[in-house]
């Protein structure tokens, strides 16, 4: 079992920049993926950023360039250094980690609001 919890999140203008964290707990050996997810109200889930064991990321189009996600040492501590924020970009956002052993698994956190202001 794995254990998420986000903070970071709050209100900024359009332009300015957040940085959320995510800190996973339980087993954690067990995670071969980390990432952030969002959704916005009437729309679906998706993807953001992800980072691997062993550093590859992947970032969706609307965000690359803007937003970067990265681990610490022990890879227990997932983070998204978001700049130049876009209205666009308001959303629930949830930090996501994956494991692949056996049947592909997913954890979750209970997210935090990221609200940009135009």
């Known amino acids: 079992q794995v254990h998420l919890v986000e903070s970071g999140g709050g209100l900024v203008q359009a332009g300015g920049s957040l940085r959320l964290s995510c800190a996973a707990s339980?087993?954690?050996?067990?995670?071969?993926?980390m990432g952030w997810y969002r959704q916005a109200p009437g729309k679906q889930r998706e993807l953001v950023a992800a980072?691997?064991?062993?550093?590859?990321?992947n970032y969706a189009d609307s965000v690359k360039g803007r937003f970067t996600i990265s681990r610490d040492n022990a890879g227990n501590t997932v983070f998204l250094q978001m700049n130049s924020l876009k209205p666009e970009d308001t959303a629930d956002y949830y930090c996501?980690?994956?494991?692949?052993?056996?049947?592909?698994?997913?954890?979750w956190g209970k997210g935090t609001l990221v609200t940009v202001s135009s």
């Open positions: 339980g087993s954690i050996f067990s995670i071969n993926t």
């Open positions: 980072i691997t064991t062993y550093g590859t990321t």
């Open positions: 996501n980690a994956r494991s692949y052993y056996g049947v592909r698994t997913d954890y």
